[in-house]
């Protein structure tokens, strides 16, 4: 298995356009979660899914984002519109139920200039 | 709430030094601790939790519960080390779905 996916790896836009992050979880795991690093406040919980269900969207900062599972194999998050304080590196982790490690993909770098 | 701290942001050791990377949680429940370490240009990885007890590249971390503590040392820091650590918790009676909670990280700096 290749591990969590994670596309693009690098992402430069323009503030006020729409930004979409994708995520392909190992097979066969249950649980999805995104998650935003940032210097000043680390790593930050936006959403997690269980089963393709949103558990908890607590941690989304602002109605700009959304995030969506539509199938076992496929996620997405999307801000819209982006704006430059949305710069960090996204994070998409999944675990199988009763598993002890949630797995991380290599994250996308999102600049929004 | 549940809570994860770690209070430094970067520790600098010389190589062959003790390491000691402070964690303090705060949490209602049940927790079961982990520390992930990131290396340069990789992804987060596990690199150990308090229920196996076992020492990972060295390290190891005791859990606490009296000073709800969970620190991670290593007596010889190895520059190879070099990374950012973060501790995380998750409840520990692992239902479906539980997310990590993850403190803010310290970045390790190990130096010849």
């Known amino acids: 298995d290749a591990g969590v996916i994670q596309s693009p790896r690098h992402e430069v836009t323009e503030m006020g356009q729409e930004v979409t992050l994708r995520c392909k979880p190992i097979?066969?795991?249950?649980?999805l979660f995104w998650y935003r690093q940032t210097m000043m406040r680390g790593l930050e919980l936006l959403i997690y899914f269980n089963n393709n269900v949103p558990i908890d969207d607590s941690g989304m900062p602002e109605d700009r984002f959304s995030a969506k599972m539509p199938n076992a194999s496929f996620s997405t998050l999307k801000i819209q519109p982006s704006e430059p304080r949305d710069s960090a590196v996204y994070f998409c982790a999944s675990r199988r139920d009763r598993g002890p490690e949630a797995f991380f993909g290599q994250g996308t770098r999102l600049t929004v200039v | 709430a549940q809570r994860v701290t770690q209070p430094e942001k970067l520790l600098s050791v010389f190589k062959g030094a003790p390491v000691e990377l402070k964690c303090n949680y705060s949490?209602?429940?049940?927790?079961?601790l982990f520390w992930y370490v990131q290396y340069s240009r990789q992804r987060l990885q596990l690199l150990l939790r308090?229920?196996s007890r076992e020492s990972i590249k060295g390290f190891t971390a005791d859990l606490n519960k009296g000073e709800t503590s969970f620190h991670l040392k290593k007596p010889f820091a190895q520059e190879e080390d070099s990374a950012m650590y973060y501790c995380?918790?998750?409840?520990?009676?692992?239902?479906?779905?539980?997310?990590?909670?993850f403190g803010k990280g310290t970045t390790l700096s190990v130096s010849s």
């Open positions: 308090h229920i």
């Open positions: 995380a918790l998750r409840d520990r009676r692992d239902q479906a779905g539980t997310a990590l909670i």
């Open positions: 097979s066969g795991h249950n649980s």
């Open positions: 949490y209602s429940g049940s927790p079961e």
